[in-house]
């Protein structure tokens, strides 16, 4: 009876179980916007990290690179000069023939503008169609020359030696195949197959023309000891191992596929919209 005369309890108002002060609810709302921005400043620099294991290097050692540019480029004309005049041109033209005498000296020539690609600074959009077009020069008159002397020396000594029953194709494919070898080891081809995939390629020619320095090392320290078996005078040979190093530590200190030696490397800048980390400056 008692409970007959008790008023009926009002249902909870589920209002009033989800209200949260305010304050506790800007707080959220920030704590979930600080959150996103971290998340979002974490994949940007996750993009960055891997954007820059394709980018060349820095490029901070602008006056070194320029030495090591400006050696190798005196060093190929001094070199080329002595080589190509006086007694060693009677003799290189007699070992090369005429043939193969132009097809070093347009090689000469097409390094000398490589080198001068790497200093002019041009527009990107000419560079690199230009730069490109030099290389393979370079490498063409190359391997050209040394498909000609090879041939030449091969079939010289088949003539002169034991190798007369030898077959004239597996004389010819030797040489095609010296002739390879020799362009494998040229930091030209790398920096080309660096520029057609539009990578930085800078780091690995330098390591593969080490090996030329190295040759050239051992070619002057075999002519030191047998003076009588040496194929060139030994400035020559020291003049060829200096040019590569200088062409090495040059690709070692500076990204040539991607600016000039002669400009500093651009300031870093964050475009209109690019996102920040979400952190207050």
Aim: proline letters at 6%; hydrophobic letters at 50%; aromatic letters at 6%.
């Amino acid at each position: 009876m008692d409970d007959e005369t008790l008023a009926p309890q009002e249902a909870p108002d589920d209002d009033l179980l989800d209200w949260v002060p305010p304050e506790l609810e800007q707080r959220a709302i920030l704590a979930a916007e600080k959150d996103a921005g971290i998340y979002r400043s974490k994949k940007i620099q996750r993009k960055r990290k891997e954007k820059l294991l394709d980018s060349p290097p820095a490029g901070r050692h602008g006056k070194l690179a320029l030495a090591f540019l400006l050696g190798a480029a005196l060093l190929l004309v001094l070199g080329t000069i002595l080589a190509a005049t006086g007694a060693n041109g009677q003799q290189a033209l007699q070992e090369k023939t005429q043939l193969g005498f132009a097809l070093w000296m347009s090689c000469k020539a097409a390094t000398l503008c490589v080198l001068l690609l790497f200093f002019l600074p041009l527009d990107q959009a000419i560079r690199r169609p230009v730069m490109f077009t030099m290389m393979c020069a370079v490498l063409i008159f190359n391997l050209a020359g040394e498909l000609v002397g090879n041939i030449r020396e091969v079939t010289a000594q088949a003539a002169a030696e034991a190798m007369e029953g030898t077959p004239m194709e597996v004389l010819v494919a030797s040489a095609v195949v010296l002739s390879l070898l020799s362009l494998a080891i040229h930091p030209d081809l790398w920096l080309l197959l660096g520029l057609a995939r539009r990578k930085s390629r800078e780091k690995l020619a330098a390591v593969v023309g080490c090996i030329s320095v190295f040759g050239c090392l051992m070619m002057v320290i075999s002519n030191l000891i047998k003076p009588e078996t040496a194929l060139a005078p030994i400035y020559l040979t020291a003049i060829d191992g200096l040019l590569w190093g200088c062409y090495v530590a040059l690709l070692f200190t500076w990204p040539v596929l991607e600016r000039p030696v002669s400009t500093n490397p651009p300031a870093i800048t964050i475009s209109e919209g690019e996102e920040t980390d979400g952190q207050p400056e």
